[in-house]
Every structure is written in structure tokens, then in C-alpha cells.
Nanobody, 124 residues
Framework: QVQLVESGGGLVQAGGYLRLSCAAS????????MGWFRQAPGKEREFVAA????????YYEDSVKGRFTISRDNSKNTVYLQMNSLKSEDTSVYYC?????????????????WGQGTQVNVSS
């Protein structure tokens, strides 16, 4: 089992920034690729960003490229999502998730473990 706990959400004005953190415990963190997803009210959960086990590879959904940065610190068992130039459409609950493989990284179905989510609200 891997337990994931997100933090760092909140209310920010458009153009502002937030840094989300996801702390992992349980099995060896470095064995898992990590992803961030988000879900707005009435919408499907969507992929945001993913990072490989070592952090050497990252991948982003098109709408966040150049604004969001995913990173990880395996010594701290933590993955981060730095979100800059936030827009109102970024308002969602953000979830981190762990997958045994970086392959098919945009597919929520391959992620075995999920956090409880953290709310991000961007006011326009």
C-alpha cells in the first residue's frame, strides 16, 4: 500500500501561483511513477502532469505546458506541482496518484493509489 496526502491548495487570484505537495508513505516511493490529475465539478477527472520514477522524464497536458512544473524528491518521498500563471479554468480538486509504470501515464486507470485531493480555487 502507498498512502498519499496532498497539501498546498487554496484560493489565489488569476495570474498567481500555488505549489502543491504530495507526501507518500508505505512502499518504496521511488518504485512509482507519479501523476497529478484534477477534477472540476460536473467534469471528468483529467490528467495534468506525470513524472517518471527517477524524475528524469516529465509529461504535461497541453493546457498547462509552460505554466505547471512537476518534480519529485525521492529522499523526501514527495512529489510537487508548481502552478504559475493560474487561470480560472484551473479551478479543480487536484489529486496525486502513484503508478507502477510511467507507460500510459495519462491514463488514470493505471494508477494504483490516490490521495484525497486538495482544492484549488482561482478567482478571476
Amino acid at each position: 500500500q502507498v498512502q498519499l496526502v496532498e497539501s498546498g491548495g487554496g484560493l489565489v487570484q488569476a495570474g498567481g501561483y500555488l505549489r502543491l505537495s504530495c507526501a507518500a508513505s508505505g512502499r518504496t516511493f521511488s518504485n512509482y511513477a507519479m501523476g497529478w490529475f484534477r477534477q472540476a465539478p460536473g467534469k471528468e477527472r483529467e490528467f495534468v502532469a506525470a513524472i517518471s520514477r527517477t524524475g528524469g522524464s516529465t509529461y504535461y497536458e497541453d493546457s498547462v505546458k509552460g505554466r505547471f512544473t512537476i518534480s519529485r524528491d525521492n529522499s523526501k518521498n514527495t512529489v510537487y506541482l508548481q502552478m504559475n500563471s493560474l487561470k480560472s479554468e484551473d479551478t479543480s480538486v487536484y489529486y496525486c496518484a502513484a503508478a507502477p509504470s510511467y507507460y500510459r501515464r495519462t491514463d488514470a486507470a493505471v494508477y494504483n493509489y490516490w490521495g484525497q485531493g486538495t482544492q484549488v480555487n482561482v478567482s478571476s
